[in-house]
Antibody, heavy 121, light 106 residues
Framework: EVQLVESGGGLVQPGGSLRLSCAAS????????MTWVRQAPGKGLEWVSS????????NYADSVKGRFTISRDNSKSTVFLQMNSLRADDTAVYYC??????????????WGQGILVTVSS | EIVLTQSPATLSLSPGERATLSCRAS??????LAWYQQKPGQAPRLLIY???NRATGIPARFSGSGSGTDFTLTISSLEPEDFAVYYC?????????FGGGTKVEI
């Protein structure tokens, strides 16, 4: 059974940093692309960032480009999201999501339970 | 950026009725469109990928259709557990984008 468990969220002041982790199990992690998606309170889903299977290719939403960095450690089956220069509008539940097979890597067939990040003074 | 517009924002129906949800893209996404279901306090769940393919374990009452810019998710006969918010998502171009969602309520 696929499991994705996020950690590292919490309350941070504007301008601060957080590092989210997503520990994966139940599948061969290095064979799948991974993505972070967020959801502000009471709002819809927003794609944040994606990383290829090897980690050699990454993409970011304009809203986080230059502030967030996605990475992965295939030896530990974990994907990370380093978030710097955090702003109030980054407040959201952050989900990690597993890509599908082959050409479906940017369709998300499994999701973590989500982790809340609150940016406030 | 490809904008996905979902309509209606809210759909008020009863169990047993048919639900028809729309997702319109600002430019063609060919068939690279997925649908997700999200219930309160839960993570989204993949229902349909590439416009019309049901994901593993998804009941046959869920079906998807469309191509290019116009897509439809149909729930043939609503079950009580189907009342939720539904999102479409395109993977045709970066950035990946989601629609604003349709809430299906009783």
């Amino acid at each position: 059974e696929v499991q994705l468990v996020e950690s590292g969220g919490g309350l941070v002041q504007p301008g601060g940093s957080l590092r989210l982790s997503c520990a994966a199990s139940g599948f061969t992690f290095s064979n799948y692309a991974m993505t972070w998606v967020r959801q502000a309170p009471g709002k819809g889903l927003e794609w944040v960032s994606s990383i290829s299977e090897s980690g050699g290719s990454t993409n970011y939403a304009d809203s986080v480009k230059g502030r967030f960095t996605i990475s992965r450690d295939n030896s530990k089956s974990t994907v990370f999201l380093q978030m710097n220069s955090l702003r109030a509008d980054d407040t959201a539940v952050y989900y990690c999501a597993k890509g599908g097979e082959a050409n479906l890597r940017w369709t998300f067939d499994s999701w973590g339970q989500g982790i809340l990040v609150t940016v406030s003074s | 950026e490809i904008v996905l517009t979902q309509s209606p924002a809210t759909l008020s129906l009863s169990p047993g009725e048919r639900a028809t949800l729309s997702c319109r893209a600002s430019q063609s996404v060919t068939r690279y469109l997925a649908w997700y279901q999200q219930k309160p306090g839960q993570a989204p769940r993949l229902l349909i990928y590439d416009a019309s393919n049901r994901a593993t374990g998804i009941p046959a009452r869920f079906s998807g259709s469309g191509s290019g810019t116009d897509f439809t998710l149909t729930i043939s006969s609503l079950e009580p557990e189907d009342f939720a918010v539904y999102y479409c998502q395109q993977r045709s171009n970066w950035p990946l984008t989601f629609g604003g969602g349709t809430k299906v309520e009783i």
